[in-house]
């Protein structure tokens, strides 16, 4: 059993309270490990909303540094750490949140030689990437390790996002491979309004917290969207996909590997 | 076992709390015995503990203010 120290009992008392978490949910998430994959305008909200929450462990994948105009939606970061590492800039700010958290920071692009190690290491991963080969990577991965995920993408004024655990459907099911270069906007290219990540993102650090304590039900076998002009939300069924390359009868994909990266440039830290 | 838990200067929502806490330490069959004061705690505790799916076996006056609750787990 873990041991409030009183400073815990009255940071986690509205956990505590709820019927569905209470003390053994609260000791769920403080023994919990998740990847968040991205430390950018979705990562940021989750990370904040974990810290929070106390997870136990936090660990950040992301190998840019904080620009100025992250700032508008990124808001993990701040003006002081532009031009500093996200991943160094959202470990502060997680640890002036909730000094219980334990961060791993890794200052690196997720790529098929690295991944698997590090995945290996945590309960559940927050995919919240810009860009597709990292996607189809960590849905790769993932299947492959057995890991549950949360995927989120946005554009614009709309997002999408789902849950993933062993045996339901993954983002290849879905999506079966990147666009092909040049027909979907980069977030760089279309822009995106600032707030949209933050409801993206909450909506994935809930998915995380209840899959860490097991209240509801998850988004899986589903793809939830919404547009913010309407505020239309629209939850869609979507079973496993029989011919799945990497999770339906006969895969094909066996070992994981790299897509060509077309919306930035690699730059590997060594 | 039979435990016990002063909650008589505790306010909302710790008085709740500090129940659970002490609820989670306990094995199911045991007995949690729950100074509590009138007004807000008397008021909103019990109730909630109940709804929480515990069993509250009695509430009454020991007293002046003070109630004492008994709870099975």
Do not use: W
């Not at chain 2, 009138?38 to 909103?44: H, I, P, V, Y």
């Not at chain 2, 503990?49 to 609750?69: C, P």
């Amino acid at each position: 059993m873990y041991d409030f120290n009183e400073e815990q009992i009255q940071r986690y008392s509205r956990h505590i309270l709820l019927k569905d978490v209470g003390v053994e949910g609260q000791e769920k998430i403080l023994n919990a490990k998740v990847l968040l994959v991205g430390a950018g305008g979705i990562g940021s909200p989750v990370a904040l909303y974990l810290a929070a929450a106390g997870v136990g462990t936090l660990g950040i994948a992301d190998n840019d540094v904080v620009d100025l105009s992250n700032l508008q939606r990124q808001i993990a970061h701040n003006t002081q750490n532009v031009g500093r590492p996200k991943v160094d800039s959202a470990r502060e700010a997680i640890q002036r949140l909730n000094p219980d958290v334990k961060v791993k920071t890794y200052n690196d692009f997720l790529l098929s030689d690295t991944i698997a190690d590090i995945v290996k290491e945590y309960d559940f991963v927050v995919e919240g990437s810009d860009n597709f080969p990292t996607k189809f990577l960590v849905n790769d991965a993932c299947v492959m390790l057995g890991k549950p995920y949360s995927m989120g993408s946005i554009n614009q004024f709309e997002g999408q996002t789902f849950t993933h655990i062993p045996g339901s459907t993954c983002y290849r099911c879905m999506f079966k491979e990147p666009p092909a270069e040049g027909t979907v906007p980069t977030c760089s290219q279309a822009g995106v309004l600032g707030s949209v990540v933050g409801i993206l993102g909450t909506i994935q650090a809930t998915e995380t917290l209840k899959y860490i304590t097991g209240v509801g039900e998850l988004l899986i076998n589903k793809l939830l969207t919404f547009d913010a002009r309407t505020m239309n939300f629209m939850k869609m069924n979507i079973a496993p996909r029989k011919t799945c390359e990497i999770c339906g009868n006969e895969p094909t994909i066996k070992e994981l590997f790299d897509y060509e990266q077309t919306a930035c440039k690699i730059i590997r830290h060594s | 076992m039979v435990y016990t838990l002063d909650i008589t200067h505790e306010h909302c929502p710790m008085t709740l709390v500090r129940t659970k806490l002490k609820l989670s330490q306990m094995a199911k069959g045991d007995i949690l015995e729950v100074l509590l004061s009138e007004g807000e705690a008397l008021n909103s505790v019990p109730s909630a503990i109940k709804e929480q799916g515990f069993n509250v076996i009695s509430v009454e006056r020991v007293e002046g203010s003070t109630h004492k609750m008994m709870i099975e787990k």
